[in-house]
Each structure stands twice: as C-alpha cells, then as structure tokens.
C-alpha cells in the first residue's frame, strides 16, 4: 500500500509541472487563435473571451492589405531550396567523412562539430558583404545558400550516426557486384538512412520557415520578405493602425503549417533521433 501511495504521489508530482507548463504555452496559442477572429473593438472589450461572431476578415486583410500571399510564398521557396540543397550537399559528405578512410577524415568531423557551437551572429556581416558582392543580396535564393549552409553541421553531424550503422558488409557486397562508390551512396546507403535524411529535412525546413533575423538582414525589399518578416511589419503597422486582429490572424497562418507538420512526423522525428543515436 505504501509502495502504492508512493508511486501515485511520485507520478503527480511528475505529472503536475508538465500540466502546468502544457498550459502556460498553448494558452497565449489559443488566444492568439480566438483573437485572431475578432474585430478590434472586440479584443479590446473582452480580449480572453470567445468571439460573439467568427470573423474571417482579418485573414482576408492580412492574406491581401498586408502582402502575406507573397510572403507565403517566398517563405515556401527558401524552405524547399534551402531544405533540398541542405540534403546535397550534407549526404554525400557525411559519407565520406563515415565511410571512407581519408587522412583528416576525424579532424573534418570535428571541424564540422565545432561549427555547431559557433553563434551564427558572428558571421552575419561576413556573409552580408559576400552576398553582396556576388550579387545575391535581398535575393531569395542567396537567403536558401546562407541557410544551407548554417545547417550543413547539424545535419552532417545527425546523418553521419545514421550511416555509422549500416553494415560495411553491405558497400562490400555492392563493390563486388560492380557498383561503383556513388552508385553504392545513392542506391544502397541513402535509402538506409532515409529515417535519418526525413528527421534532418523536416528539423531544417521548420528552422528555415521560421528565421526571422538573417532574412532581416539579407532581404530588404518588401517583395522578397518571407513570413517572419511579414509578420514584424504588421506587428509595427498594428501599433499605429490597431490591426490587432489582422496580426493574430497573420500569426496564426505562420504557425499552423508547422505545428501540422509536427503533428504528423512527430513519431518519424522522435524514432530518427533515437535511431540516429545508437551506433555500432
């Protein structure tokens, strides 16, 4: 009984905390839902209640007075180009780095490691002045480079584990049979490390589509800015012209696709970062 008693009290004290947290941070997400549908005399009389009436105006204001279909879009493009390039440039490196026996192949991974723990702040106007000389300043696609680029580590680092455990047994028998060494990548060890290859996409995509202060500074037509940085202009517009509603309503079309996306690859993402952690 006490050993009962004990572990119903160990669990609530466990489970307690994490209800309260739950809902410190999907609390102010609800309000910005709801408050996303109100008009502002609304959010002002009663700004923690439910609407009166379901007001989708706000939507339409943001998707049109404030450009977000533009930003939408843009924030679209550099994902993808920044995700699909991430995966060009990480796989084939991770695997030479795992796989093939290279004098400076460990010193190489350390290299790549060591960026992790490097701020990117320290190489924001670096990166300004190169873009700018090579033409790709408040361009998207210098924005996907840069942001490929600042992954490149992370998703090295994540994918070599993966391939770490695949038997070379495998490239062995491949070799025998003719295949040569990319034939042996793309073929044999890409598919094998597909968990690992889905969990670094969908970790950078959702990294990319939220980056809001290299965009601030590489960007600076209206026309190229991506979401987040539509989102900061309508959070200064709403100052002055109290489009509170139109903010939240902004707000919300730039969350809802991640948390979607979240909610559906959730186990992927977990079962790759605990595949990607056990090696031999």
Known sequence: MKRSVGQILGR???????????????????????????????????PWGFPETWNFQNFVDAWTNYNI????????????????????????????????????????????VSAMMIPMVLGWIPLFFLLSDLNLLDNIFGLAIVYAVSQLPFSIFVLTSFMSTIPKSLEESAAMDGITPYGTLWKIITPLTMSGIITVTIMNAIQFWN??????IFLQSQENYTLALAIDYISNEAQYSNAWGTL?????????????????FQRRIAKGMTEGAIKG
């Open 12 to 46: 609530t004290g466990i489970r307690i905390p994490l209800i309260l947290w739950t809902i410190a941070v999907l609390y102010p997400i609800f309000w910005m839902f709801i408050g996303s549908f109100k008009s502002n005399a609304e959010i002002y009389r009663n």
């Open 69 to 112: 279909d533009t930003s939408v879009f843009n924030s679209l493009l550099v994902t993808l180009i920044g995700a699909v390039l991430t995966l060009v440039l990480a796989i084939p490196t991770a695997y030479a780095i795992e796989r093939i026996n290279f004098r400076g192949s460990k010193v190489l991974f350390t290299v790549y």
């Open 211 to 216: 980056e809001y202060f290299m965009a601030l």
């Open 248 to 264: 939240f309503a902004g707000l919300v079309i730039a969350i809802v696709p991640v948390i979607i996306l979240y909610a559906i």
